[in-house]
């Protein structure tokens, strides 16, 4: 019988067949199923645009209005669980990663979606990492589990703007669900990685950059789930050097409540991590590659400290724990250029903060095929619901790739330039553009 499963499955169409068919099951209810691998299917074909209207063309060329119709609702309208989705999509997919090493990493991210309007949920003024600055945008706060070798999103909620928490109107319109309320990005992404630790998920060493790495109280969060982390912190955000700490709580002067708290004093203060750095001799710097680039080795300088984080230590009655401080300082560079705080065991080597650090760079990779390829950010909608859906079948159609490229060696990995797309019905024309176009 394994014999005849692997014979049936060895091309990649049959493979993508099963793989949906696995993700249907999660769907609810058996008239979703189609729907929804067809709109796989849309965002894995090439195309310029991946919004409903275009992928039915595509997708069914001789049924435009028809499948246009049930893609919509099945996005739009029907109530399925995103999180059953993506625990599918795990499900499918980690065993292929794992077949590359184990899980490693667990990183955490938004990323932005330029918006204009109003009335698209969450949408507001606020910073864009598409743009690079502050614009009208939706932001989401995802979760990614990582090896060496590839990385698949496994959470995935809209960050919801207060001033549209607080807008009920709005929020009607839009079909927020009624428990949803404000939360900071880095309480999300806190609540994802509680709910991946629930789900089983196996566990690697957290990552983020400075929104995350410089909240105290998301790294404090993280280690009170046992968890490691190496994340990225802001030139001003301060620490004791090495060998300091607070001054312990006053003397009792025998009246009143006993002094609890540690203190500080005019001469006895931390220090911003870029400070701590240019006073750093050259000897602490030596350069560390971490892997290999599409060109040439990666490679820089780095210095690793123990230090302690000194954020409102003043209303603690103990030191934060010490900690590892990593230091990037690029050649040619007139002063360094990233910071890092872990909670890696004392003994780590340099060699391995910065291989950790590092890994990163694949939550950019991520989001990158999942907006140019698959179309993460051209769902047209305005709703909650609508929203998310679009993103679970996106991780969906992606967590078919990512477990593709585990599989096969490189020269044989299955890509989007393999599958073709059928022609537009001749004379098609998407809704709201104008005939010249």
Aim: net charge positive; aromatic share 8%.
């Amino acid at each position: 019988m394994a014999r005849d499963d692997a014979r049936r499955l060895r091309t990649g169409e049959d493979r993508f067949e099963a793989y949906l068919e696995a993700i249907g099951a999660a769907l609810g209810h058996a008239s979703r199923v189609a729907p929804a691998r067809a709109y796989c299917t849309g965002l894995l074909l090439p195309g310029e645009r991946k919004s409903i209207e275009p992928m039915a063309a595509r997708v069914e060329p001789a049924r435009v209005q028809a499948a246009h119709q049930s893609m919509h609702h099945v996005v739009a309208k029907a109530e399925w669980d995103d999180a059953a989705v993506l625990a599918a999509v795990r499900r499918q997919v980690l065993p292929a990663m794992q077949l590359h090493g184990s899980i490693s990493y667990w990183i955490v991210d938004d990323t932005g979606f330029p918006k204009q309007g109003r009335h698209s949920v969450g949408v507001a003024r606020q910073y864009c990492g598409q743009l690079g600055k502050q614009d009208s945008c939706q932001v989401a706060v995802s979760l990614s589990v990582a090896n060496d070798h590839v990385s698949l999103p496994v959470a995935y909620q809209l960050y919801l703007p207060e001033i549209w928490a607080q807008d009920m109107a709005r929020r009607a319109k839009a079909g927020v669900p009624e428990e949803v309320k404000f939360e900071t990005k880095t309480a999300i992404a806190l609540g994802q990685i509680n709910q991946a630790l629930a789900d089983g998920v196996p566990v690697g060493t957290v990552l983020g950059d400075a929104g995350y790495g410089d909240e105290t109280a998301f790294r404090a969060g993280v280690d009170r789930l046992g968890l490691h982390y190496v994340l990225g912190i802001r030139p001003g955000t301060s620490v004791w050097p090495p060998g300091m700490a607070p001054l312990p709580p006053a003397p009792w002067s025998g009246r009143g409540r006993q002094p609890t708290r540690v203190r500080r004093s005019p001469e006895h203060q931390p220090v911003s991590v870029k400070t701590l750095a240019m006073d750093q001799p050259a000897s602490a710097w030596r350069r560390v590659t971490w892997r290999q680039g599409t060109q040439a080795a990666l490679s820089s300088r780095f210095a690793a400290l123990r230090v302690r984080p000194a954020h409102r230590d003043e209303k603690r009655s103990e030191p934060w724990p010490e900690e590892w401080l990593l230091i990037e300082w690029a050649q040619g560079e007139a002063e360094p250029t990233k910071y890092w705080l872990s909670n890696l065991p004392p003994r780590t080597s340099l060699k391995r903060l910065v291989h950790v650090a590092k890994a990163r760079w694949r939550i950019e990779r991520d989001y990158q095929e999942l907006k140019q390829e698959i179309g993460l950010g051209h769902y047209e909608g305005r709703g909650w619901r609508g929203f998310h859906h679009h993103a679970s079948l996106c991780i969906a159609a992606y967590g078919f790739l990512v477990a593709e490229r585990c599989l096969f060696p490189p020269h044989h990995r299955f890509t989007r330039g393999r599958i073709k797309a059928p022609a537009l019905p001749e004379g098609f024309q998407p809704r709201g553009t104008s005939c010249a176009a």
